[in-house]
């Protein structure tokens, strides 16, 4: 069988199937319909008969397709496809992968055959799912640097262990589903990764006295009644999955070792959702970041994952929805927050916040950055600041008005924050370039503004360790 998949990668690479030449292919209209899981158009567009459009039809689309001489037989002998009638149809789905930073393809993913909506075949309890949005968000927010080993805790089909092979010494993948181990190696193979350790079991049982430079974590975070779907749902109450990894994760760890996770977060009666999560970072000994990006009420979560498994419409959609609205009801449940969890282990600086904007991807590229601004703003002194790159000054008032009622600080690159500033700061962001010390130029806007200096230095003191941990200013190297 692996010289079956190698030969079938040969294939792949002759055909280049990779998802910038799918892309081209299928051009805007049928791969904008194609992620919607609507397959007509892009039928029409791989109609040639050339062997990219034969894979594209048999392994994306899932539809049978005339043999297609050896191409055909090494599928079929590699286990991911079957004859029938003078066709062949996939046994498998396969995709090509591309890198979330530089756009090169990077390997093909190997997963269950899709289940579309109104499909003859139900979903299997031990699906694997291939790349999706959320494994797209995870690998952009991993940290770029190079590491010696690296865990990928939950490996499903593999995503995130072929995003980072590149820059990744050895790599260890776990997942509690036997059937997701078994693709991933599949893909593995695939695509020219090698010695790649998989090990089954849960959470951290399988590596229970190892530890890493970096850990990744695309776990089944979905909060649901009946824990029905392995690829998606763990089986623990409520949002108990994120705060075990939060918990188990450090001490998995390395100095100055990362972890990075999704996950989704219950908001529950008139507690504040950042209070329940903060308690998840109490003494982990770690610098930590946790990001809201979205929160639906319940009704929306419940559709959102009845959708995912193409239940609605069906005979059973009525009776699931209302008993996933019966268990939030009962847990006192007003939200489910989705967004991402970084540590950083050597620190205890924590910070929480919600951000819907759009941000600069991949955020991996300057998660070191945003860390250290955390870090220096909680230890602020009086160094050498400059203002950060791309931040911009934005006046609201009155048209005509001598003076803005509001100044705002926008970045315009990274997170792209905003900042309501009084006129110290707002001055002091266009002179701070990091050739003063910090004091002079403080004085020099208190003559400017016809402030007293103390007192200018003062609110200075108070209100620039919050935008250096905002990352609107930082410190200039010595």
Request: with cysteine; hydrophobic share 40%; aromatic share 6%.
């Amino acid at each position: 069988m692996i010289d079956a998949l190698g030969r079938v990668r040969d294939h792949f690479h002759q055909a280049g199937y990779t998802v910038a030449a799918a892309r081209e292919l299928l051009g805007p209209v049928a791969g904008g319909a194609l992620a919607r899981d609507e397959i007509v158009p892009a039928l029409r567009a791989t109609g040639g008969g050339s062997p990219l459009e034969a894979i594209i039809r048999l392994f994306w689309l899932q539809v049978a397709t005339p043999e297609y001489g050896s191409l055909t037989d090494d599928l079929v002998a590699a286990g991911l496809a079957e004859r029938s009638a003078g066709e062949v149809r996939a046994t498998v789905h396969i995709e090509p992968l591309e890198s979330v930073s530089g756009g090169s393809g990077i390997g093909h993913v190997v997963s269950d055959l899709k289940v579309r909506p109104g499909g003859d075949v139900p979903l299997r309890l031990d699906h694997v799912v291939g790349a999706g949005g959320a494994s797209a968000n995870l690998a952009q927010l991993v940290v770029h640097r190079p590491v010696e080993n690296m865990l990928d805790l939950g490996t499903g089909s593999g995503v995130q262990a072929l995003h980072l092979a590149g820059r990744a010494g050895k790599i260890c993948a776990t997942d509690v589903n036997p059937r997701a181990l078994a693709l991933a190696q599949i893909g593995f193979t695939l695509s020219g990764l090698r010695d790649v350790e998989l090990l089954k079991g849960s959470l951290f049982e399988p590596v229970p006295d190892r530890t890493f430079d970096l850990i990744v974590s695309n776990p089944p975070f979905v909060i649901s009644p009946d824990g029905r779907f392995s690829y998606r749902e763990a089986g623990l109450p409520g949002d108990e999955v994120g705060r075990r990894l939060v918990a188990e994760a450090p001490s998995h760890l390395v100095d100055g070792g990362w972890c990075h996770l999704l996950a989704n977060w219950l908001h529950v009666g008139g507690r504040p959702w950042e209070e329940r999560v903060g308690e998840w970072l109490t003494a982990t000994g770690c610098d930590a970041w946790v990001v809201q990006r979205d929160v639906q009420d319940p009704a929306e979560y419940a559709e959102l994952w009845l959708r995912d498994s193409c239940e609605t419409g069906t005979p059973e959609y009525r009776r699931r929805y209302d008993t996933w609205l019966a268990h939030f009801e009962r847990e006192d449940v007003t939200g489910i927050g989705f967004g991402w969890i970084s540590l950083r282990k050597g620190g205890t600086t924590v910070r929480i916040e919600e951000l819907r904007q759009g941000v600069e991807q991949p955020v991996g590229a300057y998660v070191e950055k945003i860390f250290d601004g955390m870090v220096d703003g909680r230890r602020f002194s009086t160094g050498r600041l400059r203002t950060a790159a791309g931040v911009a000054q934005e006046q609201i008032g009155p048209p005509g008005a001598g003076d803005p009622e509001r100044i705002v600080l926008r970045q315009t690159r990274g997170l792209r924050r905003a900042a309501g500033v009084g006129t110290v700061e707002a001055a002091l962001a266009g002179v701070c370039d990091g050739s003063l010390p910090l004091e002079p130029l403080l004085d020099a806007i208190a003559e400017l503004l016809g402030l007293p200096e103390d007192d200018v230095r003062a609110h200075a003191l108070a209100v620039l360790p919050e935008l250096i941990a905002d990352g609107f200013f930082e410190f200039a190297a010595e």
